[in-house]
């Protein structure tokens, strides 16, 4: 993979990162800023709902910073589209759709059916 591609990816995982640092920031905000007192019970049932959906959307988001992160590390280091397995390079295509993965198609099909079978 050359400078020009790694650089691509770079810019990619770095927006991305901002973007969900700051969706979290805003989530944060608007449940500080969102009134605790409602008369009516089915409005502060409402609330909660609207919070819980938004926390486990925020959790989800947080995997996946953290990966993003782990992601720009690997790419600092010169490990980036490497599988972790095999060591081989992981397709492009692969890398473009998934840029956070870590391993080849290969190893993670074989990764994915050993679970089925450990869950069976």
Do not use: W, Y
């Amino acid at each position: 993979m050359g400078p020009e591609e790694i650089a691509h990816f770079k810019r990619i995982l770095t927006a991305q990162l901002e973007e969900l640092t700051g969706k979290a920031e805003e989530t944060l905000n608007d449940m500080e800023s969102a009134p605790a007192n409602f008369p009516d019970p089915t409005d502060r049932a409402m609330q909660e709902s609207d919070h819980t959906r938004e926390l486990r959307i925020r959790d989800r988001e947080r995997k996946l910073i953290s990966k993003i992160r782990e992601t720009l590390a690997r790419i600092n280091n010169g490990t980036f589209g490497m599988c972790e397995i095999c060591e081989e390079p992981i397709d492009m295509e692969r890398l473009k759709a998934r840029p956070v993965t870590t391993l080849c198609i290969e190893c993670k099909t074989k990764q994915e059916e050993l679970e089925r079978r450990q869950k069976s």
